[in-house]
């Protein structure tokens, strides 16, 4: 399964009064794990960047000065998204602009995202997972503990890759059964490193599953099918409090 987590900044909030994108940072999710393969540009809006906006992202029209306008990298970007799904925070505003951007092109004057690709918004997800708390990155970013003291302003392809562990978190968190080879972990950056194997596992306590824990579990359960994030049958609805056998790697009832 392939996913890309994916952010811009722009020149100033509404897309309506004319503002256009002046940077893009995407990263590629394959099977819950974060590769090296990443999208960054910085873009010529052929405009003026307003004053608020540049205080957010601290991007000037001197800095982007020889930089590319969105036509010439158009294709580019578009490879690079194929039909994945796209994981976005608050996706309206990133769509509307990307759609505006294309809608201006020759090549791809008809084109939508939403058309050729399912949009994830990781602001929905939020709202409805921590109802009346604060759902911005650096919030979510601490609630998950996910390391961001690295940013000071906004920036696309940053603000991607904090997304991306943010998102992996918010929904399970648990890589290793979604996706991720046996005896590795992943990192920010697509390393792998092998994991110790458990030793005298037979001596491991094994704990069943409380009706509490039972009624959380369907709770994640129902939100991983709201999402699509699995075609088909969920291999979890085959059975009744389980539980993971750390021997055989395998799910058994207790």
């Excluded at 995407?26 to 960054?40: G, I, M, S």
Aim: aromatic share 4%.
């Amino acid at each position: 399964m392939r996913q890309v987590v994916l952010d811009t900044e722009t020149t100033g909030l509404e897309v309506g009064e004319g503002h256009r994108i002046v940077e893009i940072g995407a990263v590629e999710l394959l099977n819950r794990h974060v590769t090296d393969r990443k999208f960054h540009k910085y873009i010529d809006p052929e405009r003026d960047i307003s004053k608020e906006a540049s205080q957010i992202h601290g991007i000037t029209s001197e800095r982007l000065a020889g930089s590319p306008v969105f036509r010439d990298i158009a294709d580019e970007f578009l490879e690079f998204v194929g039909d994945s799904d796209l994981i976005i925070h608050n996706a309206t505003f990133d769509i509307g602009f990307l759609n505006n951007e294309l809608a201006l092109t020759d090549s791809h004057a008809d084109e939508e995202l939403q058309a050729r690709c399912q949009i994830i918004d990781t602001l929905d997800l939020a709202r409805n997972k921590h109802p009346g708390q604060r759902n911005d990155l650096d919030s979510l970013c601490q609630r998950y503990g996910v390391n961001n003291s690295s940013r000071a302003l906004h920036g696309a392809l940053l603000d991607a890759e904090l997304l991306a562990l943010v998102y992996l978190q918010m929904t399970g968190g648990q890589a290793t059964l979604l996706g991720e080879q046996d005896g590795e972990t992943s990192s920010l950056h697509g390393r792998r490193q092998h994991r110790q194997p458990i030793k005298n596992a037979d001596a491991l306590i094994r704990a069943g599953a409380t009706s509490e824990d039972l009624q959380l579990h369907e709770k994640w359960l129902d939100m991983l099918r709201q999402q699509k994030q699995v075609d088909g049958e969920i291999i979890w609805d085959r059975v009744s409090n389980p539980a993971w056998d750390l021997e055989h790697g395998q799910a058994t009832s207790q």
